[in-house]
């Protein structure tokens, strides 16, 4: 069992596999979901409110401590194409 410095017990250390892309200019993080990208692969993710085609820059394996966007907050990835 892993415990937080503040005393409490951190509950979720599953590890997560983030991936960043450049979607239409802007660099974006994304969750892999089931599929394994490296970079330089191309993948349609969802975009402000459509879907658009996008290059994986990196992926980062993390927890969810360590994410570098919030779960509740990031989308999955759709394919990989």
């Known amino acids: 069992m892993i ?23 802007a660099p974006r993080w994304y969750l892999a979901g089931e599929f394994r990208v490296k970079a330089g692969d191309t993948v349609r993710v969802p975009f402000g409110g459509r879907e658009c085609t996008a290059t994986v820059l990196r992926t ?3 927890t ?18």
């Open 60 to 62: 980062e394996d993390c």
């Open 3 to 25: 415990h937080s410095l503040s005393g409490g017990v951190i509950a979720d250390n599953e590890i997560y596999t983030f991936v960043k892309v450049e979607a239409e200019g």
């Open 64 to 81: 969810r401590q360590t994410a570098p966007v919030p779960l509740n907050r990031v989308a999955t990835i759709l394919s990989l194409l």
